[in-house]
T-cell receptor
Framework: QQQVKQSPQSLIVQKGGISIINCAYE??????FPWYQQFPGKGPALLIA?????SEKKEGRFTISFNKSAKQFSLHIMDSQPGDSATYFC???????????FGTGTQLKVEL | DADVTQTPRNRITKTGKRIMLECSQT?????MYWYRQDPGLGLRLIYY???????NKGEISDGYSVSRQAQAKFSLSLESAIPNQTALYFC??????????????FGPGTRLTVL
């Protein structure tokens, strides 16, 4: 049973465009929602995270939007660049980030 | 991340063989994790350890065992490898307490192929 559902599986965006990746969760006890970025041949690395007491968090070109009532959260990448091409995973946990449940991943390609 | 190392990086083995994947970290973190990554399935937790004397099963522990030899070392074993254990395996670490404990640091991965 997939507790965190992620879409789309793959995404192609033109340079300068907006990339949007969506996740939905079932467990209302989740209280920490990170996004991890993974480049080919590397392990995932934390990109940005949010807690459910805020609806949005922005760090540079990356923004998480969070909708607690809908149990959904999304990653927006503004002004997407070829260097953003990577696989993105959403995740969720209870009691902080120590035991994460990951989404299935989105492979993003930013074309020139 | 050079602070979390995994050996070997690539391994090809045969069905029925015992194999051990090793993870070492120099971050001084108490908590360590083993995940496997499969295309279309994301990362799934196999085992995790919150300190040297603490071992916990994750969502897909069947067919795997672990050993926490020291704070810095956490090994994953496949007692009798089978082809559907072919995957990319990641070790990760984190601090014990929030907020820094919220972030997990991943190693570079081990690509395992079971023939």
């Amino acid at each position: 049973q997939q507790q965190v559902k992620q879409s789309p599986q793959s995404l192609i965006v033109q340079k300068g465009g907006i990339s949007i990746i969506n996740c939905a969760y079932e467990n209302t006890a989740f209280d920490y929602f990170p996004w991890y970025q993974q480049f080919p041949g590397k392990g995932p690395a934390l990109l940005i995270a949010i807690r459910p007491d805020v609806s949005e968090k922005k760090e540079g070109r990356f923004t998480i939007s969070f909708n607690k009532s809908a149990k959904q959260f999304s990653l927006h990448i503004m002004d997407s660049q070829p260097g953003d091409s990577a696989t993105y995973f959403c995740a969720a946990s209870t009691g902080g980030g120590n035991k994460l449940t990951f989404g299935t991943g989105t492979q993003l390609k930013v074309e020139l | 991340d050079a602070d979390v190392t995994q050996t070997p990086r690539n391994r090809i083995t045969k069905t029925g063989k015992r194999i051990m994947l090793e993870c070492s970290q120099t971050k001084g973190h108490d908590r360590m994790y083993w995940y496997r990554q499969d295309p279309g399935l994301g990362l799934r937790l196999i085992y995790y350890s919150f300190d040297v004397k603490d071992i916990n099963k994750g969502e897909i522990s069947d067919g795997y065992s672990v050993s926490r030899q020291a704070q810095a070392k956490f090994s994953l074993s496949l007692e009798s490898a089978i082809p559907n254990q072919t995957a990319l395996y990641f070790c990760a670490t984190s601090e014990a307490l929030a907020p820094r404990g919220n972030e997990q640091f991943f190693g570079p991965g081990t690509r395992l192929t079971v023939l």
